[in-house]
């Protein structure tokens, strides 16, 4: 690109931010001085990669524009902002992935309302979102709505008993902590699995009528289709681990003597704990 492309692109690109600002503060002045502070951000990045992925840059402006009593005027003038913000814009515009971008931009806000910057894993959130693929994304929501909420409830549930004994010491949340640390959170999914796909729980035999003593042919069809499912789950599982454990996501216990061919042939179920790092990402999922 020309130099002098490359400053019609620049001005182009401003005039474009410009409209967008104007257009908010029209109808919310007050914080137009706010919405103002993000112009200049937009000229740390131009050429090719901002040409080409234009809308994304506006993604992550808009994301900005609709939080103004979060990114105001005095946080987007000190630098741990801007080295963030360019950090992170650069990231968001090379993203293609849609929900990751959604993603990221909830790591961002997280990032700006964090009181201390300089410890916030912007970076590392970052990294893990680019290398994690779209299926194991998908295995990561179906840990957050289908299986923590269990988890929780139970560690609520048990952490509430211990309080209400006479000289119990700590809060509640300390004991949901200890229930967190002594329950692998594994055993919440094999559970899962149990339930919904095995013939012989009773959720699955109430909900297809099974008879596991039946001989009758339609029967024993519906029984080797969950047994099929049932092992598909398992297996699906034990893929997962690999995965989660190179992300940083899980912890395996010390007593499940794990070795890279227990992934694919284990005897039984591999047990783990959700690190701290899981559940802060997790929270930046919708």
């Excluded at 967008?20 to 740390?44: D, T």
């Excluded at 959130?125 to 409830?153: Q, V």
């Excluded at 940083?248 to 704990?273: E, P």
Aim: aromatic letters at 14%.
């Amino acid at each position: 690109m020309k130099d002098s492309d490359k400053e019609l692109f620049k001005t182009t690109w401003i005039v474009a931010i410009d409209s967008i600002i104007a257009w908010i503060s029209a109808s919310k002045p007050e914080i137009g001085v706010a919405l103002f502070a993000c112009r200049w951000l937009v000229q740390s990045l131009t050429g090719n990669a901002l040409k080409l992925r234009k809308n994304r840059a506006l993604e992550f402006i808009e994301a900005i524009i609709k939080n103004p009593w979060t990114f105001t005027a005095k946080l987007m003038k000190t630098e741990e902002f801007q080295d963030g913000f360019v950090y992170a814009l650069e990231k968001y515009i090379r993203e293609r992935n849609t929900k990751k971008r959604i993603i990221a931009q909830r790591i961002f806000l997280g990032f700006a309302t964090s009181e201390d910057k300089s410890r916030f894993d912007l970076e590392r959130y970052y990294e893990i979102l680019s290398k994690i693929s779209t299926h194991w994304l998908e295995y990561l929501y179906f840990i957050k709505y289908t299986i923590l909420p269990l988890y929780i409830a139970e560690a609520r549930k048990e952490a509430s008993k211990i309080i209400k004994q006479p000289n119990t010491e700590w809060n509640l949340e300390f004991w949901i902590e200890i229930f967190k640390r002594d329950h692998p959170i594994s055993d919440y999914i094999i559970k899962w699995i149990s339930d919904n796909f095995n013939p012989n729980s009773e959720k699955v035999k109430k909900k297809f009528w099974l008879d596991l003593s039946s001989e009758d042919p339609k029967n024993r069809n519906l029984i080797n289709e969950q047994r099929t499912k049932d092992t598909f789950e398992q297996k699906k599982y034990q893929i997962a681990l690999p995965e989660l454990i190179s992300l940083g996501f899980v912890l395996v216990n010390n007593d499940s003597a794990i070795t890279w061919r227990t992934f694919s042939d284990a005897g039984g179920m591999i047990k783990y704990h959700i690190t701290n790092f899981m559940e802060n990402f997790l929270n930046f999922m919708e």
